[in-house]
């Protein structure tokens, strides 16, 4: 049997960028998981000789499409939507969509890439993909929001299904935009089916989906302050975004004792340093989804914060920070900054928003440190969760849904102890290479026993 020559770290980073010309987002994520596996295959020959990790990196399929929609001025507009189905070795594709004007291939693919780990990391059986569009939503009404959201369906549908490709919701996508894209599968389809989650209650959605990602985010850090018998109870949070991940993190670090000092969006943070009460951050929601306002106008409504405009909050002194925004929006000198100011503990509430050179300090200051994969895993479980509903044609109860949660965020933290021990190191736990590790350990596994496909 011909043997695979064993390809080393660095060439096989070469070669992930010279396959991916011009997409650095996906170079940095396969990078900082490679990092990770290289080290735990080492001494494992069948997952060289099957090449799987090279093979992980490759996404099964990538779909490009035109979307045409007319806006409320009778203008034709073109966008370029997107499905990047990763891999489907542990079930069927499974990732949001985002509507946002920076959606690239490249962004895609990097969300879809680590969609597969995390999906994995669930113990539920969903295999990774993301989808999106280059279309702002921001400033159009609902009629071209609908219009739109009908077109990029259209194409969607074919290559989607409840057993094949689910999506939901991410950054520009929520409640509205999933009821459209529901409504249109159902209209050319003809079947109603678990195709999306992060649906309407009324028609099929589950309860906690819109709570999960940031309630998840917060259970996780609990769980990795309990190994240093600390509690949130009494810690000053530091949050960056205003949308669905960043408000449900700051009510639930309020709702355990905390104090949430900062929220942002793209135009800058708003620094409270009375603490953003449940109040406030009930304010913050109707502003940001229902009026579609800014964070800027807290300090209007709430004279005790100023506004920084252009900047983020990692300079705003804290025990706990959770970036809930977007990715890359916590660069090497900020988490020097938050490493310094004394910060104990990170949360990723939103994908990869830490850079490489963050994640290093992060690991080398010895800090509490939860990447994306793992921390903010609790709305895709919950999006699982909403799928086997779906499945059974029932709906589960609140109470059952917010103990699953817990324990599915309680499994993966557990995992990322098992595998993110550092040798001669006791008692520090690399969040990242566990996440790592145990993600792919469960699909490399299921890859295996498919032979070479
Ligand atoms: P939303 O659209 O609800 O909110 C996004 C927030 O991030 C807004 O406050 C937005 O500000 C801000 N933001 C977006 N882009 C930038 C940017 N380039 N610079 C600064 N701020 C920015 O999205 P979500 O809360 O759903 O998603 C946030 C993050 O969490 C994303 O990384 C997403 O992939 C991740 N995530 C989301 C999950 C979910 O269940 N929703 C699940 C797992 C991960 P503005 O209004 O100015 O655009």
Redesign the pocket.
């Known amino acids: 049997m011909a043997v695979t020559d064993h390809v080393d770290l660095p060439t096989f980073i070469e070669g992930v960028k010279k396959r991916n010309p011009g997409q650095p987002e996906f170079v940095q994520a396969v990078q900082e998981v490679a990092e990770d596996i290289y080290d735990f295959i080492e001494d494992k020959e069948q997952y060289h000789s099957e090449q799987i990790l090279r093979r992980i990196a490759e996404p099964d399929r990538i779909i490009s499409f035109r979307v045409c929609w007319e806006d409320d001025k009778g203008n034709v507009r073109v966008q370029r939507g997107y499905r990047v189905q990763n891999n489907n070795a542990i079930g069927p594709y499974k990732g ?1 969509i ?1 509507f ?1 004007p ?1 959606v690239t291939e490249s962004v895609l693919k990097f ?1 879809a890439f680590e969609q597969t780990f995390k999906n994995a990391l669930t113990g539920l059986p969903m295999g990774g993909g993301k989808g999106g569009a280059n279309f702002n939503p ?1 400033g159009k009404s609902d009629r071209e929001v609908m219009r739109f959201c009908q077109s990029f369906m259209t194409e969607l549908y074919r290559h989607v299904g409840a057993d094949v490709d689910v999506p ?7 409640g509205r935009e999933i009821g459209y894209m529901f409504g249109q599968y159902k209209r050319i389809t003809n079947q109603f089916t678990g195709v999306l989650t ?1 649906k309407g209650l009324e028609y099929g959605g589950s309860l906690i989906r819109p709570e ?2 940031g309630y998840g985010a917060v259970y996780f850090l609990r769980n990795m302050l309990k190994t240093q018998h600390e509690d949130i109870e009494g810690k000053t949070a530091v949050i ?7 408000t449900h993190a700051a009510e639930k670090i309020v709702q355990l004792g905390g104090k949430v000092v900062t929220l ?4 800058g943070f708003i620094h409270d340093p009375e603490g953003i009460t449940q109040e406030k951050i009930d304010w913050v929601k109707a502003h ?2 229902r009026r579609r306002g ?2 800027q106008d807290y300090c209007d409504e709430y004279k005790s914060a100023t506004f920084h405009a252009g900047k ?1 909050p990692w300079g705003v002194p804290c025990d706990l920070a959770l970036p ?4 890359n ?1 916590l660069l090497g000198e900020d988490a020097r900054t938050l490493v310094a100011n004394g910060c104990r503990a990170v949360s990723e ?5 830490t850079d490489l050179e963050g994640v290093h300090v992060f690991k080398d200051a010895r800090i509490l440190y939860a990447p ?1 994969k793992a921390a ?2 609790g ?2 479980a919950v999006s699982g969760l909403e799928m086997s509903q779906n499945s059974e044609r029932r709906s589960w109860k609140e109470s059952e849904l917010q103990q699953l949660l817990l324990d599915i965020m309680e499994g993966i933290h557990s995992s990322c102890l098992t595998y993110g021990g550092i040798a001669g190191e006791k008692g520090y736990t690399d969040y990242v290479r566990g996440a790592n590790i145990a993600g792919f350990k469960k699909v490399a596994d299921a890859m295996l026993a498919y032979g070479v496909v």
């Open positions: 949001g985002r946002h920076s969300l921001k939901a919701g991410d950054i520009g996508v929520g992060g999960a990602t960056s975004g205003s949308g669905n991940v960043a942002s969006d793209s135009g940001k989804t800014r964070i983020t809930c925004a977007t990715q929006e509430g939103a994908n990869m928003p994306g903010n895993a709305g895709v």
